[in-house]
């Protein structure tokens, strides 16, 4: 585990994660445009799976249609 105390640190940890997400997500997104994907779909496939595992109320799906109204 690394802990980092100095603030300085922390930005340069942080700066590095953001560019290894942002590359996961290039990625993904590059596989899932040649593969012809219906990326929103699967999302919402996968999220409704885990809120009944994890009995959540609602799923996204449903929450981003109560927010919508």
């Avoid at 445009?33 to 799923?59: C, G, M, N, P, V």
């Amino acid at each position: 585990m690394v802990v980092l105390v100095e603030k300085r640190g922390f930005r340069i940890l942080t700066r590095n994660l953001l560019k290894n997400v942002a590359d996961i997500l290039h990625h993904a997104l590059v596989i899932v445009a040649i593969k012809h994907i219906d990326l929103t779909r699967t999302i919402f496939e996968k999220d409704k799976t885990a809120a009944i595992k994890y009995q959540h109320e609602r799923d996204l799906e449903g929450f981003l249609k109560v927010k919508e109204n």
